[in-house]
């Protein structure tokens, strides 16, 4: 069963930095599957959107908002994916989520999430 751990929340203030990771195992059983991994964030009372996220070939995608101040890298050794925050805003607090996407194949299982893990930013 596929497990992700985020970590790296805290409470700073703005203009601060924050690099979050998000551990992953338990993938024997994607060996048959390409999967992304990808960062979310949920605000009090709004959805939870997407921010960015890492093809395993390396390739990248984020939302507007962070582009320039937030960065997404992997270390494929250690299945681990980082997301690297500067210039945070107070609108960048949220829980931010880790998401592991398998894909390749109708047997390929649905998408994991992780628990999450609080940014909160002070102006």
């Known amino acids: 069963q596929v497990q992700l751990q985020e970590s790296g929340g805290g409470s700073v203030q703005a203009g601060g930095s924050l690099r979050l990771s998000c551990a992953a195992s338990g993938l024997n059983g994607l060996k048959y599957c390409n999967y992304e991994m990808s960062w979310y964030r949920q605000a009090p009372g709004k959805e939870r959107e997407f921010v960015s996220r890492i093809w395993r070939d390396g390739g990248t995608r984020y939302t507007d908002s962070v582009k320039g101040r937030f960065t997404i890298s992997q270390d494929n050794a250690k299945n681990t994916v980082y997301l690297q925050m500067n210039s945070l805003k107070p609108e960048d607090t949220a829980k931010y989520y880790c998401?592991?996407?398998?894909?390749?194949?109708?047997?390929?299982?649905?998408?994991?999430w992780g628990q999450g893990t609080q940014v909160t930013v002070s102006s």
């Open positions: 998401k592991l996407t398998p894909y390749g194949g109708s047997f390929c299982p649905s998408p994991y």
